[in-house]
């Protein structure tokens, strides 16, 4: 009997800078306060890198903790996929960094930009070179160094981001067995990119003394209506990817979505009427490092023991472009 050939993920590693930044510390840089942060986000601190340190030096530290959890040597990996959207720099990617930095000879690798919504689709993209029999090893990250490019003087912004990376292992899944990734949506609609951008330095508007001066080389985001969106698009992806596959959120055993604001992660898990001993919530620690939230929400389940073998896992994202996607796998180890 042959069965379909999935894409499982097999390892994890995940990376966060030792500096922390706490709600107090804002306290004393903006107008704003502890009790607002944690009310209206679920935040309490988030790590940051220190001057110099570069959103593929916390894909590789994430990267070298997965390979390692897998015991196999970077070399064996055919395949890096780095969602980013604070690459080291425009060009080359991240993901020739990672490789240069990892050592290995013979791979190939490219970024993919998407918001918060870069980890699950650098995953499903990753997934489909396992599904086709092309690759067997691929190195699926999620990276990003927010703090580069955030305002630290627009409270309803910078109180929100935060620095971090995960990675994971895909590899095929053997004859017969019942586990990976078994199905995604995903979706972009570019009229909410006027909601959450980052103008300057691209070819629209390279960097002159002008867009300095206009502030237009930090993170400009209307917080209310990506809110609003977030809330109806986490809910729509996650009831399609379970409805098309004829489960519910009762099916679930672990739901780990973007965490952007703790309330957007409640209002989808409502939704689904999933309880919350399922929901995965870690934004008190972190807060969003955009690509770098699942993996390391799903370090959090593990640390928890909420994810086991053969468990029904959904993801769900939904970021800046506006970028969305919903996941279901079963977890493999
Ligand atoms: O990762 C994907 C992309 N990002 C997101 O998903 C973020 C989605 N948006 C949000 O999480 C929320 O919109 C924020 C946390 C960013 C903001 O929370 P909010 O409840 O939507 O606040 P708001 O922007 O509607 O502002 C409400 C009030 C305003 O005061 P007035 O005009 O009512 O007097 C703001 O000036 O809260 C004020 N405010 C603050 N007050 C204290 C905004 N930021 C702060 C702050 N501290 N840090």
């Not at 500096?19 to 209206?40: A, C, G, P, Q, Y």
């Not at 935060?162 to 995903?186: K, M, N, R, Y």
């Not at 959120?249 to 399922?278: W, Y």
């Amino acid at each position: 009997m042959t069965s379909v050939r999935r894409a499982k993920i097999t390892a994890l590693g995940t990376y966060v800078p030792p500096r922390v930044l706490s709600n107090f510390d804002l306290e004393k840089m903006v107008d704003t306060t502890n009790e607002w942060i944690l009310e209206r986000t679920g935040i309490r601190e988030r790590h940051l890198v220190d001057k110099g340190v570069a959103a593929s030096d916390l894909a590789v530290e994430a990267a070298k903790i997965c390979l390692a959890n897998r015991g196999i040597d970077a070399k064996e990996v055919e395949c890096i996929i780095v969602g980013t959207v604070t690459p080291d720099m425009m060009y080359p990617s991240t993901a020739c960094l990672v490789q240069h930095k990892l050592g290995i000879p013979n791979t190939w690798g490219f970024d993919i930009s998407a918001g918060c919504s870069g980890f699950l689709f650098s995953l499903t993209t990753g997934a489909k070179f396992i599904e086709s029999g092309q690759y067997k090893k691929v190195l699926v990250i999620g990276a990003d160094v927010n703090s580069s490019m955030i305002d630290y003087k627009d409270r309803a912004t910078c109180i929100i981001f935060g620095d971090g990376a995960g990675a994971v292992l895909l590899e095929p899944t053997e004859d017969g067995e019942q586990v990976g990734i078994i199905d995604h949506v995903h979706q972009v609609e570019g009229v909410g990119g006027q909601y959450l951008y980052m103008p300057g330095g691209g070819s629209l508007h390279p960097t002159s003394k002008e867009t300095v001066e206009q502030n237009m080389h930090v993170v400009h985001q209307d917080g209310q209506n990506v809110f609003k969106y977030a809330v109806k698009k986490m809910s729509e992806m996650t009831v399609k990817v379970l409805s098309r596959n004829h489960l519910t959120g009762s099916d679930v055993d672990c739901f780990i979505a973007h965490q952007a604001n703790r309330r957007i992660i409640v209002a989808t898990a409502e939704r689904l009427k999933m309880p919350m001993d399922k929901v995965i919530i870690n934004i008190e620690k972190y807060g969003n490092t955009t690509a770098g939230t699942i993996p390391l929400a799903m370090q959090t389940a593990l640390d928890e023991g909420k994810l086991k073998k053969g468990n029904n896992v959904l993801l769900a994202a939904v970021g800046a472009g506006f970028t969305s996607g919903a996941t279901l796998l079963k977890w493999a180890y």
